[in-house]
């Protein structure tokens, strides 16, 4: 008798956790798995003591270690984001380890530091459209924007946290290559995205449509567009929606009919080389008004070398290149092409940027760099080798609930971000996540304005190759430029630029 009292007790119990879990919206793990999600809150609380005596330690899961999500999930709540005792990385003997090195005296930062401010306005060093005098150029309020990602590969819910957090942040939201959704139209400032399909502005036999593509552009707060050449984790591969995926709503959105296969080509059928490839832009550039660029990952450079020497005559041209990292994310790769095809972003970009800085082109374009430029330490090594602009896109999931658990190729992705599982999806709630997500955002932007700070410069696009050195072990150092072939004053803004956005921060934080 008094042990079926305890029983029942047990079971009141668990039942009253199991209902206050599905009904509450902060965790979508706990509204996904009621009751037993308190298991992992149980281990990442106990974990740094559990992990004393047995597996990794904080720097060594990938693709991002247990600290860099500590400090997104920190960051994302709003909480305490710092870290006690000192590094715990091995920088004495890890070889590429780099190093940001600061400034003693500066005659150019704010006199006390700004970073410290609620939210921190970090915007673009260069008018984005602007060289090219394109009718609708800007200046980007936010030098970190957030990187595309489809609706299809993530939730409804995922994307319409996304659009309000980069709303909330002052970001761009990148629409990804799944076409514009209704939950992208949650008031954040987006680039519209072109991949091989043209979904949402292609015709009935999926050829691209530019009338569809001046609409659609129209009918949103599209402020730029990028065509999609590759993707870091997958380039020069083609996809295929199965059938079954292709429901109504995907259907109405990409502009494709409901229920049959939809194949994604592997290469652009609109262009077929870099002089077809400038008359797409300029086409598409004079018919919006808006700045027109690419995306790519980097593999063989005859592309480039090309391009910018087409480029240099003057008459065509890119607004900007989106450079990811072979390192960078996707719902869904084979192997062979995330651990292998493309390469990593710092040996992308520096190799990209040296072809535009050959031909003193770097001021006419906007460098952004993705593949993990959501933490700190890489953002600014990206900036040091030249880039304008970092694009995030799993440091975003992360800061939405996603638990690093790469499942997102299963449509079971259990905290609701990468799976079109309307159960799953329902776990993550779209308001207390864009807050986290916008959170992240400028807790990101205002780590890279203490940095900037550090080494003595009012912006992170001032930090030049000579700030960072690259160590191998603890006896020997290569500055940035020299390990990646810098020139002298490569990876620097031109005279003018620095003086406008020197001008412009200082102005900023008085
Ligand atoms: C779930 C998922 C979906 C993605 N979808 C797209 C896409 O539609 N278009 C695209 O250009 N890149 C896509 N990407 C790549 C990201 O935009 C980004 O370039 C890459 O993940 C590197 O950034 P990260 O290291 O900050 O994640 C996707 C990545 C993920 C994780
Ligand atoms: S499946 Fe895992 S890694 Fe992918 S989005 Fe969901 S939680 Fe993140």
């Known amino acids: 008798m008094k042990m079926s009292r305890v029983l029942g007790a047990a079971a009141a119990a668990v039942g009253a956790v199991a209902v206050r879990d599905l009904t509450q919206k902060k965790h979508a793990l706990r509204r996904n798995f009621p009751v037993i999600a308190h298991a992992r809150y149980l281990l990442e609380e106990i974990g740094p003591e559990l992990r004393q005596y047995i597996v990794t330690g904080n720097d060594e899961e990938r693709p991002f270690s247990r600290d860099q ?216 550039a004079a018919e919006t008004g808006l700045p027109v660029g690419i995306k790519s990952a980097v593999g063989a450079m005859d592309f480039w070398d090309e391009l910018v020497a087409q480029m240099a005559k003057g008459d065509r041209g890119v607004d900007f290149v989106t450079i990811d990292g072979g390192e960078g994310g996707t719902g869904a790769a084979p192997l062979i092409f995330t651990d292998s095809v493309a390469l990593p972003l710092r040996m992308a970009l520096s190799r990209v940027y040296g072809r535009f800085a050959d031909a003193g082109l770097t001021d006419q374009l906007t460098f952004i760099a993705s593949g993990k430029c959501g933490v700190p330490d890489n953002a600014v090594v990206a900036f040091a080798l030249g880039a304008d602009m970092v694009n995030v896109a799993r440091e975003a999931m992360l800061s939405i609930g996603c638990i690093q658990s790469q499942r997102c190729h299963t449509d079971r992705c259990p905290t609701g971000v990468a799976t079109q599982d309307r159960w799953l999806a329902r776990g993550l709630d779209p308001a207390s996540k864009s807050v986290r997500c916008a959170n992240y955002l400028r807790a990101l932007r205002k780590e890279l304005l203490a940095v900037s700070e550090a080494v003595g410069v009012a912006h992170p696009g001032l930090i030049t190759p000579d700030d960072v050195d690259i160590l191998c072990g603890d006896y020997e150092a290569r500055g940035l430029g020299s390990v990646y072939g810098y020139k002298d004053g490569w990876g620097s803004l031109g005279a003018a630029l620095q003086e406008e956005i020197t001008e412009l921060m200082l102005t900023e934080s008085r």
């Open 69 to 284: 999500r500590r400090w997104i999930y920190a960051s994302s709540k709003s909480e305490n984001n710092y870290f006690g005792f000192g590094t715990d990385c091995d920088t004495e003997h890890t070889p590429g380890y780099a190093i940001i090195k600061h400034r003693t005296f500066s005659a150019v930062a704010p006199p006390a530091p700004v970073h410290h401010a609620p939210d921190v306005v970090v915007p673009s060093a260069k008018v984005l459209g602007g060289p090219r005098g394109r009718t609708k150029a800007f200046r980007p309020g936010s030098v970190v924007n957030i990187s595309g990602m489809s609706f299809g590969s993530m939730s409804a819910s995922a994307i319409t946290a996304l659009n309000r957090g980069a709303a909330m942040a002052g970001c761009l939201h990148n629409t990804g290559e799944g076409g514009l959704s209704p939950y992208h139209r949650e008031g954040g400032d987006l680039v519209l995205q072109l991949g091989t399909a043209y979904f949402g502005c292609r015709d009935e036999h999926g050829r691209f449509d530019l009338a569809r593509l001046t609409d659609l552009a129209a009918s949103a707060p599209v402020r730029a567009i990028e065509i999609k050449l590759s993707q870091g984790a997958k380039p020069g591969l083609g996809g295929l929606l199965p059938a079954a995926k292709v429901t109504p709503e995907i259907a109405e959105i990409r502009g494709i009919p409901v229920g049959v296969d939809c194949a994604s080509p592997a290469r652009h059928t609109a262009f077929s080389d870099v002089d077809s490839m400038l008359d797409f832009v300029e086409l598409i």
